[in-house]
């Protein structure tokens, strides 16, 4: 049987949903400052299965209110425009991109880390200075390469998903065994056809092996990130395997060990509050 390249991959990604144009706007607005609130939770409305998501978040204990938050307009008051917009962008791909049925594949789990590595990355670029809300997009989407191969080639990534297991090897050097590509390739050609901010399909692309000579500044905080997550255990998985992490990477982010703590901690947190989204 003949395996599909990732030119074949790529052609096959506009069979995929367009995302909304709501999420869209707000993609391209991840650097600017505050914005209108009625505007922003008008925008939300639209999508009710989003705005809903929105609410239940608002309404977890983490933000400890004493009244149900029951408008959006409320939800970003409490919540903050940043958060709101970085939680819609996150409700927006996890509803566009429902899992195949693939043995193997566990939906639930993928999400989890998904969002355990967005609730690193932001903490850690609250810790160092950068964007959150760009951190946060890049740590949740940082593996959705994954889930378009499960989407468009849910047999043979099962058979790769049993492989990876069976041989006790990362997937992503079985998927570039096998396939000649790895899920990190396929990400960045989604975020391309998503028109995604280049910072954020960079990361997508290179967050297995960034490199700080090179300008990959965002995609070493995804590494860590994604490596954070794994280490605290998020998704809840049995066969775990150690984080890998590339030493020079994690080093040109200049994080001190004390500041490392604290972030763990608000990891832990912020993913607790953050997972209701699924």
Known sequence: ?????????TARIQELPAISGVTLDLL?????????????????????AIAARVLRVANSPFYGLQMKVGSLHDAIVVLGFSTVRSLVVAASVVCALPAT???????????????????AAQA???????????????????????????VLLPAEYARLLQQSRQEDRRLVDVEQEVL???HAGVGAAL?????FPEAIREALAYHHQPDPAA???LASLIHYADAIAQALDLDEAEDSQM???DQAAVDALGLDRQALNTLLAETRVRFDSYRLML
């Not at 607005?29 to 009625?38: H, K, P, R, T, Y």
């Not at 639930?108 to 590595?117: I, L, N, P, Y």
């Not at 975020?191 to 028109?195: E, H, P, S, V």
């Open 180 to 182: 000649g590509f790895d």
């Open 191 to 195: 975020a391309q056809r998503w028109n």
């Open 243 to 245: 984080p890998h992490l």
């Open 1 to 9: 049987m003949t395996l599909p390249c990732l030119t074949d991959i």
């Open 101 to 119: 049925h693939c043995p193997g594949f566990d939906a639930a789990r993928f999400w989890r880390h998904g969002v355990g590595t967005a609730a």
């Open 28 to 48: 391209r607005s991840l650097n600017d400052g505050e914005a209108d609130i009625d505007a922003l939770s008008r925008r939300i409305s639209q999508d009710q």
């Open 215 to 217: 300008g990959h500044g």
């Open 124 to 150: 850690l670029a609250r810790a160092l200075g950068r964007n959150p809300d760009t951190s946060f997009v890049a740590g949740l989407l940082h593996d959705i390469g994954r889930l378009v191969l499960v």
